[in-house]
């Protein structure tokens, strides 16, 4: 399970939304697409040139409102990683990547059949990018 603490703030600036996606503190990069989601906001943020203290514009603000609002759904998030156990019937590694205008990522699961037919995440690689051509990112993905 995680724990978000996020403070509210009527106007978010761009010192605010670094502020924010320096606490997803994730080391074993369970929650990756979140933190890549958030990485390309700034990466947005970025590209308009603002300042650290100039308040976001309009357009971006409520975009950013509902993705901190929607981080209260980590909370309730539970991913199993126990693995070391002999009473699986079937085990099965599944991967998958892929790329998009905005980011690649990967992902690898271990598809254990036994009762309840529990997916178990291994390892899950995302990466915001920078404007390239899709082919190569693809590639990057696999």
Not at 23 to 49: E, T
Not at 122 to 127: C, E
Not at 132 to 142: G, H, M, N, S, V
Request: glycine residues 4%; positive net charge.
């Amino acid at each position: 399970m995680f724990k978000v603490s996020i403070p509210s703030i009527a106007s978010y600036t761009k010192r605010d939304v670094l502020s924010v996606i320096a606490r997803l503190y994730d080391p074993l990069g369970l929650i990756g697409p979140v933190i890549s989601k958030a990485k390309i906001f700034l990466q947005k943020l970025w590209l308009r040139k603002l300042n650290w203290e100039e308040c976001l514009p309009e357009a971006i603000a409520s975009d950013w409102l509902n993705f901190v609002s929607s981080l209260k759904a980590l909370e309730e998030l539970k991913i199993d990683r126990y693995l070391l156990t002999d009473s699986y019937e079937k085990l099965m590694l599944l991967g998958y990547a892929d790329a998009s205008e905005s980011a690649y990522g990967a992902v690898v699961y271990m598809h254990c059949v036994k009762e309840d037919g529990a997916i178990l995440p291994l390892k899950w690689r995302f990466r915001a990018k920078y404007q390239f051509f899709k082919i190569k990112w693809d590639f990057l993905a696999c």
